[in-house]
């Protein structure tokens, strides 16, 4: 918990060097309230194992994504449970969204992760 909070930390400071970022983080951090319902707490614990980690994925990725979804371009899977949600953001919404997740960091191993039972049992890989 305290090396979440150290990089969490970290991220809020690195943002405001990040010159390139054309999306406002802090103002990002005021969107995702209802995004944490799937994504988790700062983008980086998802409710399910099936939904995505966004914590420290690039911006231009989240920015890509976002704009797939909220135009219809991004189909098929579970973007039937993720469209809706992109569905009233604005264009400066999202890239504040994606900077504020991008500068996330994902403190979480990929395979410390939710899993299912069976896997988080130490089973070979
Ligand atoms: C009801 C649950 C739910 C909510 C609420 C939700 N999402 Fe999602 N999100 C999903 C699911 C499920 C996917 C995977 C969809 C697919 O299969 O394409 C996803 C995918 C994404 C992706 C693509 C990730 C990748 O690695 O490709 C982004 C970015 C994203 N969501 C951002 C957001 C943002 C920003 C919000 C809030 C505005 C939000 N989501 C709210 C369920 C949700």
Known sequence: MRAC???LMLGISAS???AEVTGDANAGATKVAVCSACHGE???TPAAPIYP???GQSSAYLESALHAYRDGQRQGGMSAMMSPQAASLSDQDIGDIAAYYSQQGPCV???QRAQPASKAQGQPE
């Open 109 to 111: 191993e990929p395979k």
């Open 5 to 7: 909070m150290l990089a």
């Open 42 to 44: 700062s983008g980086r």
């Open 53 to 55: 980690s966004l914590a």
């Open 16 to 18: 405001a060097v990040a």
